[in-house]
């Protein structure tokens, strides 16, 4: 027996509405008002996508598309990933001949994705944008045929136990490893306990145990404060834009150490960054920018023109919710998302002077192909204001951005605004192109002078335009990866 489901009918009526026409052409096709449930989420994945995806306009009528073609029982979960990345195929680059969201993985769009995860979990995020770690705490690479650990958490099992970005693995579970391992190493991090031979110290080995629990980490993996002739540099690793509420703390402690040093150069290295929360970006942006910016356009966020209108009434079907998660009364109603303002004025962001460093001459990003997101737009933000070069590898290419809709029980987060900075520029999908082409040198812990990427931003700095970099061999990355989007949480009413 079909059963009827009072919310997606309320979404149809909106599509009704929505599509009523002054010139009294036929109304378009909709989706019956019963189905199985699966059917229901389908038909309700395309008709928010139809009004809110930044690209809505290259998607095709419903009688054309057929939501309900991919409601084939099963895995829904992959049901509702194979209907989404259909229907982010459609709009085409024109500078590039490939849709926008093409990722080069089949069935993945590059920007949106659909969960069951909290928002705080975000995309494949081993700690979360609260700072929540419930893991081992660290990740390995390959470098040529050695096994290296290439990230360690504050805070976690793996921190804990005196392990370091850098040191050489022997072993994992008894059994010798080597770059042809990957498979093996995969399997074994994701087990609640595991025993690695580890090379604390250059050639005498260590066991090490370590065992998953939860942790409170930091988004800072680390700061230093180094020298490139007669500079005095200040170096930070970020890991990713966690909740503005907890990243705070430890922006304005590594920020309050560089004051104190007098640094007049910044290396930001970003290199494992994938994204997070805008507001989090966009406070760095202010530590990072001189007070004489105070008042400039940092970046603006550009909503369809639907949005724009206020012509999107599925929003009314999802409410909103203040900073503190607490619903809001709004002109004798629930604030709904349809109430926000997506004009380009109320989304319109400016620098502000929240920070005191204000002695640099320069800042160089230290970036690779999992730089992404709010990564990128702190870059974008800053470049038409001060010198600003890239060492590393291209970008992701993240000008993108969304917030979470909910269908059913899962977190849909579909492409929804396009971000430039004050000079009209971001149009980077493919990525930032670097202007000192250096490998990742896992070899060194971060902020280590002899690090290949910290080094070439020294002698860049120190007055060698090439950067002055040493061979390092590529490397192939194991274990978790870091959550990849832009969340923006700052909505406000019209």
Known sequence: MKKKYSLVQLLFLSLLWFACKKDKQPDPPTPPAEGTREQLTTDSLYL????????????????????????????????????????????????????????????????????????????????????????????????????????????????????????????????????????????????????????????????????????????????????????????????????????????????????????????????????????????????IAPNSLDGKVMYVEYFNDLLQKGQAPILKEQLYRNSAGEPVMWNGHWATYADLDYTVAGNTFKFTSDGSLNSLKQVVFIVSGNTASASELVINSLKPYMPVKLVGARTYGKPVGFFGIKIDKYTVYLSNFYMQNANGDGNYFHGMDVDIPAEDDVRNDFGVPGETCVMSALNYIEGHPAGRVRPAEPVVHMGPVSFNGMIETRLKLR
């Open 48 to 287: 928010y996508a139809k009004q809110i995806y930044l690209w809505y306009d290259a998607i095709p009528a419903i009688d054309v598309f057929k939501p309900r073609q991919y409601a084939t029982g099963g895995n829904v979960l992959s049901n509702y990933q194979r209907e989404l990345y259909a229907i982010t195929q459609f709009k085409t680059n024109p500078q590039t001949g490939e849709a926008y969201e093409y990722s080069g993985v089949p069935g993945h769009p590059k920007y949106s994705f659909i969960t069951e995860e909290s928002l705080t979990g975000g995309r494949m995020g081993t700690i979360d944008l609260n700072d929540k770690g419930d893991d081992l705490g660290l990740g390995l690479s390959a470098s040529g045929s050695e096994v290296r650990i290439r990230i360690v958490y504050p805070a976690s099992p793996a921190a804990g136990a005196g392990l370091t970005r850098g040191m050489k693995v022997v072993a994992i579970n008894g059994t010798p490893v080597n770059s042809s391992s990957g498979p093996f190493i995969e399997a074994a991090l994701d087990k609640s306990t595991v025993t690695m031979t580890v090379e604390k110290t250059p050639g005498v080995p260590e066991i090490v145990n370590l065992t998953k629990r939860q942790y409170t980490s930091s988004a800072v993996l680390k700061t230093s404060i180094l020298d490139a002739g007669t500079q005095k540099v200040g170096y930070i690793a970020y890991g990713r834009f966690s909740a503005y509420s907890v990243t705070k703390a430890a922006i304005d402690q590594a920020f309050a150490k560089f004051v104190t040093a007098g640094v007049t150069s910044l290396i930001v290295d970003l290199r494992y960054n994938g994204g997070g929360y805008t507001e989090s970006a966009q406070y760095l942006a202010n530590q």
